[in-house]
């Protein structure tokens, strides 16, 4: 199984600035046939099922504000929300579908500080 | 699209209980299906998908050979049969439906509301 592992665990920024939470993969996600990585980012606010942020590590799902964005390859990957809103408090995860089983990073909690 | 779940709830150890998942706006028999749950306080958890056409179906070794998932396509319905169910299987059990046709690798673009399932005497 593909373990993926996200740093940090936990993350406090102010409004307004920057957030960056990483995903490792234990192996590459990156399939070389279409050169696309098979890796999603996801959003969980409180007492709500998750929500698709990012897909191919960097093509934002339809309606997600543009200042959510997704970056590398290969098996290091990058969320960043580029100026933090209130309604982005939430945890973050990422999951790999390159190969069976699909998996889950074990999410960051991004809060304000 | 909407998904929506149902039937969980209080169960003894090494009891039995059926999720099932109703999904609507999407042609449900081109899409991948998934069972995801989360623990109280805790991360997600894949824990079993099934093709569009029910003839592949996947679990994790948490839960394979104590549950079993399957699809009824043409009542656009999921289903979750748990059966030896333990303390540690407490978690909200989510539907969620892949982002892309006839994958089997799937990625989730709609979730459902969740379901909760409590194990405990």
């Known amino acids: 199984d593909i373990v993926m592992t996200q740093s940090p665990d936990s993350l406090a920024v102010s409004l307004g600035e920057r957030a960056t939470i990483n995903c490792t993969s234990s192996q590459s996600v990156l399939w070389d046939s279409n050169n696309k990585n098979y890796l999603g980012w996801y959003q969980q606010k409180p007492g709500q099922p998750p929500k698709l942020l990012i897909y191919?590590?960097?093509t934002r799902a339809s309606g997600v504000p543009d200042r959510f964005s997704g970056s590398g390859s290969g098996t290091h990957f990058t969320l960043t929300i580029s100026c933090l809103q209130a309604e982005d408090v939430a945890v973050y995860y990422c999951?790999?579908?390159?190969?069976?089983?699909?998996?889950f990073g074990q999410g960051t909690k991004l809060e304000i500080k | 699209v909407q998904l929506l779940e149902s039937g969980g709830g209080l169960v003894q150890p090494g009891g039995s209980l059926r999720l099932s998942c109703v999904a609507s706006g999407f042609t449900f028999s081109k899409y991948t299906l998934t069972w995801v749950r989360q623990a109280p306080g805790k991360g997600l958890e894949w824990i079993s998908h099934?093709?569009?056409?029910?003839?592949?179906?996947y679990y994790a070794d948490s839960v394979k050979g104590r549950f079993t998932i399957s699809r009824d396509n043409s009542k656009s319905s999921l289903f979750l049969q748990m059966s030896s169910l333990r303390a540690e299987d407490t978690a909200i059990y989510f539907c969620?439906?892949?982002?892309?046709?006839?994958?089997?690798?799937?990625?989730?673009?709609?979730w459902g509301q969740g379901t909760l399932v409590t194990v405990s005497s």
């Open positions: 999951q790999q579908h390159y190969s069976n089983p699909p998996t």
């Open positions: 969620a439906k892949d982002r892309r046709e006839d994958s089997s690798y799937p990625h989730f673009d709609s």
């Open positions: 099934i093709t569009g056409d029910g003839k592949n179906t």
């Open positions: 191919w590590a960097s």
